[in-house]
């Protein structure tokens, strides 16, 4: 058993590292972040949960990954919105999933959705004008399955499209790579530049789907990430579309198998049981 993990980990890292990516990123870096001892966990069905403690960006990062064949899951986004919704643990198990991370951004006092959402062509969910430069991409799903993502910049001139389109889809941001580079990223914004809890989706060119959780608000165990060092790591991991979820106390990863992977901040402990209420979920099953 252990000698299968251990070649199913090293042909992880053989598409984990994409050097052609890497531009100005510091090798240094690169090189800390794939060499970690990720202590990846089998899933079933070729998925895998990793979890590293890394000194990275002249800081100390918890990063939780959690890797799966797109065509082996059904993929998609469920919406818990009020007095429905929980953490997203609850929730994942609400809806018997195998895998799951929080959502996109939401209302704090409704606990209700504050991006676009549509769910099975039918929209449960508008970004309002103060929500839109942060949102500026899209994570869609073709069809029921998920077995299809699409991540692009959002217009929000184009709601209908997307409804239409698409099974589901949900705007969050900032987008953080597309065609496998780094996506503009504005360094002026305090949320992009500060560090924080993160929450990453995104996908690489051999048919799957990644989910990544780096803690933060704990200073020398998790310092958390600014916008730029998240799309870094999405690089790092080998993805080529990856956007930025709903991050701070509500970054949560969580599969059947392991439970909470990550450190979710919003109790202000360093263990697995700060997870935040929210009201959408990203899940696989």
Same mark, same amino acid.
């Given at each position: 058993m252990k000698r299968k993990l251990l070649i199913t980990a090293t042909l992880f890292l053989a598409v984990f590292y994409p050097l052609q990516n890497l531009q100005a990123q510091s090798k240094e870096d690169s090189l800390a972040f794939v060499s970690a001892e990720w202590n990846w966990q089998e899933l079933g069905k070729g998925a895998l949960a990793g979890n590293a403690r890394i000194s990275i960006f002249g800081s100390i990062q918890n990063i939780s990954i959690v890797k799966y064949p797109a065509k082996k899951f059904r993929t998609g986004i469920m919406n818990f919105p009020g007095a429905e919704a @929980?953490?997203?643990d609850s929730l994942a198990m609400k809806s018997k999933a195998s895998i799951a991370i929080n959502?996109?951004?939401f209302n704090t006092r409704t606990i209700c959705p504050h991006t676009f959402l549509s769910i099975g062509h039918k929209v449960q969910?508008? /970004?309002?004008?103060?929500?839109?430069?942060?949102?500026?991409? #899209? =994570?869609?799903?073709?069809?029921? !399955?998920g077995r299809k993502i699409d991540i692009f910049p959002c217009d929000s001139t184009e709601y209908e499209s997307y409804r239409k389109e698409?099974?589901?889809? #949900?705007?969050?941001?900032? =987008?953080?790579?597309?065609?496998? !580079?780094?996506a503009f990223i504005d360094t002026d /914004?305090?949320?992009? /530049?500060?560090?924080?809890p993160r929450s990453i989706m995104g996908y690489d060119?051999?048919?799957?789907?990644?989910?990544?959780?780096?803690?933060?608000?704990?200073?020398?165990?998790?310092? @958390?990430?600014?916008? !730029?060092?998240?799309?870094?790591?999405?690089?790092?991991?080998? =993805?080529y579309e990856a956007?930025?979820?709903?991050? @701070?106390?509500?970054s949560t990863l969580w599969t059947e198998p392991t439970g909470v992977i990550n450190h979710p901040s919003d109790n !202000?402990?360093?263990?697995? /049981?700060?997870?935040?209420?929210?009201?959408?979920?990203?899940?696989?099953?």
């Open positions: @929980g953490p997203t959502g996109s951004y969910g508008e /970004s309002p004008a103060d929500e839109l430069q942060r949102s500026n991409g #899209i =994570l869609a799903f073709k069809d029921r !399955k698409y099974y589901s889809a #949900i705007a969050a941001g900032p =987008l953080l790579l597309s065609d496998g !580079k780094e /914004s305090k949320f992009n /530049s500060d560090r924080h060119r051999n048919g799957y789907y990644h989910m990544i959780v780096i803690d933060g608000r704990f200073p020398g165990q998790a310092d @958390g990430i600014t916008i !730029k060092e998240a799309a870094a790591i999405a690089i790092y991991a080998g =993805l956007i930025n979820l709903d991050g @701070g106390g509500s !202000k402990r360093f263990d697995h /049981s700060g997870c935040r209420t929210v009201p959408t979920i990203i899940i696989a099953r």
